[in-house]
């Protein structure tokens, strides 16, 4: 994989020539499978991930009760405790869209990050950036309506992946939203009634992005900025 292909994550873009040699020749390319687990709660975290396509859900459970609190694409990096100083995840994390991604073992970025100031401030503003989609998350999840908090979903996914054509059920759906499965089918036919979807049992296809940013209501803030803003 070419150099180019791998600047397609923006945190791996901004790094210095040799920061990005360190980090890239010591790690390894890897599929990003459906379902694929990256972190499990209470477990060391041994490596974190770049994604370069593809997308990771950031999930809290609780018993039986299973929430989407966060997702992670190109513009970011898994491993946030990690980021942090932490040992061990404290949240779910695993594969929702299927892509690829720069698997970095966890010793090899505490040693790169300690000596690459880009990457250190890199990786805390996309922390803080994170940090601002889970209270983004908690206001949706308090305040929307189903259809308002399916909508900025829908358009947050659609950010990352980069297709128009979404491959997910309604179970999951409803998993991920933290709501009852008949409130998702009825969220979906609403949006599909409106002509900004085209919806079926395992697949959601965007046909009026505006019409989906409208229908949020001001839950959706946008996509992520082309670049973190460094004080470097």
Same mark, same amino acid.
């Given at each position: ?80 405790? +990690? ?7 404290? !949240? #779910?994390?695993?594969? /929702?869209? =299927?892509?690829? &991604? @720069? ?15 880009? +990457? ?7 922390? !803080? #950036?994170?940090?601002? /989609?889970? =209270?983004?998350? &908690? @206001? ?93």
């Amino acid at each position: 994989m070419s150099s180019l292909d791998l600047r397609a994550n923006r945190i791996l873009a901004a790094l210095p020539d040799g920061d990005f040699a360190a980090i890239c020749e010591a790690s390894e390319v890897v599929p990003l499978t459906l379902r694929m687990p990256l972190e499990i709660p209470g477990e060391p975290i041994a490596n974190i991930y770049f994604p370069l396509s593809g997308l990771a859900s950031v999930v809290l459970s609780r018993g039986t009760q299973r929430v989407e609190v966060g997702i992670i694409g190109p513009e970011g990096v898994t491993g946030i405790a +990690l980021i942090l100083g932490a040992a061990t995840a404290p !949240l #779910e994390c695993f594969i /929702q869209g =299927a892509g690829r &991604a @720069l698997c970095v073992p966890a010793p090899l970025f505490r040693r790169i990050a300690a000596r690459s100031p880009v +990457l250190h401030d890199q990786t805390l503003l996309f922390v !803080l #950036e994170f940090h601002l /989609q889970l =209270a983004e998350t &908690a @206001l949706a999840n308090a305040r929307g309506r189903i259809e308002e908090r399916l909508a900025r979903w829908l358009l947050m996914m659609h950010d990352r992946i980069g297709e128009t054509t979404l491959h997910l059920t309604h179970e999951f759906l409803s998993q991920m939203l933290g709501v009852r499965r008949p409130g998702v089918t009825t969220a979906l036919q609403s949006l599909e009634e409106q002509r900004l979807i085209r919806s079926n049992r395992a697949k959601i296809v965007v046909l009026d992005r505006a019409g989906l940013i409208e229908r949020a209501n001001g839950f959706y803030s946008g996509p992520p900025p082309a670049k973190l803003a460094s004080g470097l």
